[in-house]
């Protein structure tokens, strides 16, 4: 038996892994966890399958005579040397490419080494899911509040009222909002007399389970929000509460509004004028409430905009940062609170993309740039490229660009466990170890949690001759900063070590202010450079033990002595902690963000009829992965097109039928599924299928129908203030196939 926390998704599960032969052969919820209580998911149950995956690479591949062929680790990293240093000394740097993909956010290595790559080879040719998820949500956090990741999240277990926008947490487990087990956190919010609101062009399993569903055109979010902030002013419902003092720009965002009229939406959005008045009257009147956008607010036309006016309806009613609300949580690996000070302004747009001049947003570009860039020849053209954890052929826009653009790299490096669509391209592959054999501890998602909380999971299984990511990575870094792969690897981690403590101790306001670094350093636990990282984050951290100052404080000892996690408590407010704009206040209405408001207007007077194409998920899917494991992909083929049984009427289509669908970059064949909860108009595919092209290494993935849905984008509709890629709402025809 061993413990360890669920890396498949946002939810942070504790497991309860069985051990038999020195290899995983169960996973049960882990009834003592403090986070997730026991839950589990069918992600989670299959934790042994994926773990034992026997298509899961065990040794790194490098390409010989055209071929990836299995080899040394040795081998492997003086190839990447080689090839690397050859890119880096004939063309620089910045000429390679770094694509960060999804599960970087649930690995230790992918929140630790990753900017020390970009920092090592100095390049402005990065790219990651952001942009095909939450780029605008951080957009307009660093707008409003002066930090692009101070995020907001629903306060599932006290709000009396909450609308979910663009989300199926039902299905995805939820998102950026940390809660294991959110279906029972909506019922349990239910049970106590609460309400629950869907918004959401699908009937989903999120919406089936609300008081009310609002099924909107798509793409329209921001219009409808833009309607809530009017009614809010019209009736007088605006109540700032205890944020009254501390936000700047009301009256703006109220004249802005003042063209948004709950009627004068109503047939874009395709919602009448008095559902979205009982939402805002609802909303203002509810003891607490909060109101949470995700995917469906963000990958669309007006994404950050949308974004935006989630948090500004929860300012107007008065439901920011207090309970029940929308409240920022504290990570245990967030620095010490600091007192209150202006930040610098958070700007996008400080330097722009070669080919398509597209800005840089959070010192990225868009996804959808990366074939632009690897293809057009000039200066600064990326000519090698790492991909880590990512698999961008499927998940971005019009893979098959990109399919052929990264055939034209010099060098290709992926590190990734399995041979699929993206990392086929590579001239070397590094795979990480299972799940079972690294460590765990949520960096990225802590900042999201519902509930604060700390938890970290040892490795459960040895590691054998194998090196693990952090390692690869820690490698990789000593290659780039050309200090050599054989070197030690927790030289990386011990120079981060003394630049933190070195500016630590210099600043007055730290817990260590003024300390020698060389007694700090010699305090932190012996062990991987990643864990003496990680003890040190949670000893500068919020409820740390600030290098013995706070002798009860947490350690990652004490944190090792507790492995089913220690519970930090509710979400506190901690607004003035936040804040870092320039002025002290919450910004209500940037300008960056008030200049896309006439395109909104504007979009208002279109008209068009033809349908509209969204995304769904699937329980037993993850994105483009985990498509391998036999007890996840039983069953009928899940890409199905699902349409309402009225517009399949009209188009001539029954449900044994395959239609042809048309989008402004391709088109595809999908057998259609009859579904009376999608909204007149709107058709929904499914993403990350589309496993038949050869070269792959994944056998049941392979073998298994579907089609890519990105291939019925071009790229080139971009949410324009945060470069993220128009996944929902496209565009298509649709007619029956033959
Ligand atoms: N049409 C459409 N497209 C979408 C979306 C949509 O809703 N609709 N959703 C978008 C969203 S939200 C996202 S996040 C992106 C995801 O886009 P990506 O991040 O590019 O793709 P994933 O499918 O998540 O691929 C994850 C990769 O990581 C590998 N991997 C798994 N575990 C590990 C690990 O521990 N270490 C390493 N190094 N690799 C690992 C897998 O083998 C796989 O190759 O897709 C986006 N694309
Ligand atoms: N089982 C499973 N879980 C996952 C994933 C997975 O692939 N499978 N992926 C993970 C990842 S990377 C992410 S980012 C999260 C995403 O988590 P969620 O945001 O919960 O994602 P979805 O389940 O795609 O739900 C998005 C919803 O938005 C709706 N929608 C589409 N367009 C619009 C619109 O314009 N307006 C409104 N209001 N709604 C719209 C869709 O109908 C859909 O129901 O899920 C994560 N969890
Ligand atoms: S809900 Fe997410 S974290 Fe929990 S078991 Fe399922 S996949 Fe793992
Ligand atoms: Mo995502």
Redesign the pocket.
């Known amino acids: 038996m061993a413990l360890r926390i669920c890396?498949l998704c946002e939810a942070t599960c504790g497991l309860t892994l069985t051990i038999e032969d020195g290899r995983v052969t169960g996973a049960r919820g882990d009834r003592e966890d403090v986070f997730s209580k026991g839950f589990i998911c069918p992600k989670g149950a299959s934790f042994a399958e994926l773990d034992n995956d026997p298509d899961r690479l065990s040794r790194p591949l490098v390409r010989r005579d055209g071929e990836l062929t299995e080899t040394s680790w040795e081998d492997a990293f003086e190839t990447v040397a080689n090839r690397l240093g050859t890119v880096v000394s004939e063309h620089g740097g910045p000429s390679v490419g770094v694509y960060l993909?999804?599960?970087n956010a649930h690995?230790i290595a992918g929140a630790l080494y990753p900017p020390l790559l970009v920092r090592a080879l100095g390049t402005r040719q990065v790219y990651s899911?952001s942009t095909?998820?939450q780029m605008p949500k951080h957009v307009a956090l660093g707008l409003m509040f002066g930090s692009p990741v101070a995020f907001t999240v629903p306060d599932l277990d006290r709000t009396d009222y909450l609308v979910v926008i663009g989300a199926n947490p039902l299905v995805s487990n939820g998102s950026l909002a940390t809660a294991a087990d959110f279906g029972g956190k909506l019922r349990a919010l239910r049970k106590r007399g609460g309400r629950l609101v869907v918004i959401d062009p699908a009937r989903t399993r999120t919406a089936e389970l609300a008081d009310r569903h609002l099924a909107p055109r798509p793409g329209t979010d921001a219009a409808l929000l833009f309607a809530v902030v009017h009614t809010l002013f019209d009736e007088d419902l605006v109540d700032l509460g205890a944020l009254a003092g501390s936000v700047n720009g009301v009256d703006d965002v109220r004249a802005l509004a003042a063209d948004f009229a709950p009627e004068a939406v109503a047939a874009y959005c395709g919602v009448a004028a008095d559902d979205i008045r009982l939402l805002a009257r609802e909303v203002a009147a509810a003891p607490s409430a909060a109101v949470y956008g995700r995917?469906g607010t963000s990958?669309v036309e007006f994404g950050t905009i949308g974004s935006w006016l989630v948090d500004v309806v929860n300012v107007l009613t008065g439901n920011l940062d207090r309970p029940g609300g929308a409240m920022f949580p504290l990570s245990p690996v967030a620095p010490a609170p600091r007192p209150p000070k202006a930040g610098r302004e958070f700007r996008t747009g400080r330097w722009h993309s070669r080919v398509s001049g597209h800005p840089e947003v959070l010192s990225e570009f868009p996804a959808a740039a990366l074939a632009e860039e690897i293809e057009t020849p000039g200066k600064g053209q990326i000519k090698a490229l790492i991909t880590?954890?990512?698999?961008?052929v499927?998940?971005a826009p019009d893979g098959e660009r990109l399919d052929r653009a990264l055939d034209g790299l010099d060098f290709m490096l992926a590190?990734?466990?399995?041979l699929?669509e993206?990392?086929r391209h590579a001239d070397v592959i590094l795979p990480?170890p299972p799940?079972s054999r690294s460590a765990h501890f949520d960096f990225a998602l802590n900042n999201l949690a519902v509930r604060n909380n700390a938890r970290y999971s040892p490795p459960a299984l040895p590691l054998g001759e194998r090196p693990d990511?952090a390692e690869i990575l820690a490698r990789i870094a000593l290659i780039l900063y050309g200090i050599g792969a054989d070197r030690d690897p927790a030289l990386v981690d011990e120079q981060v070590i003394a630049t933190t403590l070195t500016a630590q101790t210099a600043d007055p306001h730290s817990p260590v202010a003024g300390r020698p670094v060389d007694e700090l350093t010699a305090m932190l636990e012996d062990g991987p450079g990643y864990e003496r990282r990680l003890d040190m984050m949670l000893r500068l951290g919020p409820y740390g033990d600030a290098f013995g100052a706070k002798p009860d404080g947490l350690t990652l000892a004490r944190l090792k002595a507790a492995p089913h996690g220690i519970d930090l408590g509710p979400l506190r407010p901690r607004l003035a902690q936040v804040l870092r704009t320039s002025t002290g206040r919450i910004e209500l209405a940037p300008r960056a963000l008030t200049a896309d408001v006439p395109r909104l207007r504007a979009a208002l007077r279109e008209r068009a009829d033809g349908y509209l194409l969204v995304?769904r998920r699937h329980l037993r899917s993850n994105?483009?992965?985990m498509h391998n494991l036999p007890a996840l992909n039983g069953g009928t083929n899940r890409c199905t097109l699902r349409i309402h049984p009225d517009d399949a009427a009209e188009l001539g289509l029954t449900d044994t039928d395959v239609a042809v669908i048309k989008g402004p970059g391709g088109e595809l064949l999908a057998p259609i599924e009859l579904e009376p909860g999608m909204r007149r108009g709107v058709v929904s595919l499914p993403?990350?299928w589309g496993h038949d092209r050869g070269g792959t290494g994944q056998k049941v993935a392979s073998s298994r129908p579907g089609v890519n849905?990105?291939q019925l984008n071009d790229g080139n509709r971009l949410d324009p203030l945060s470069g993220t890629a128009v996944?929902n709402g496209v565009p298509v025809d649709i007619a029956p196939a033959g």
């Open positions: 890396p993909g999804n599960p690995t899911a095909l998820d995917i990958t880590i954890a990512g698999n961008p499927l998940s590190v990734d466990p399995y699929n993206t990392t990480p799940p990511e995304g994105n483009s992965w993403h990350g849905v990105n996944l």
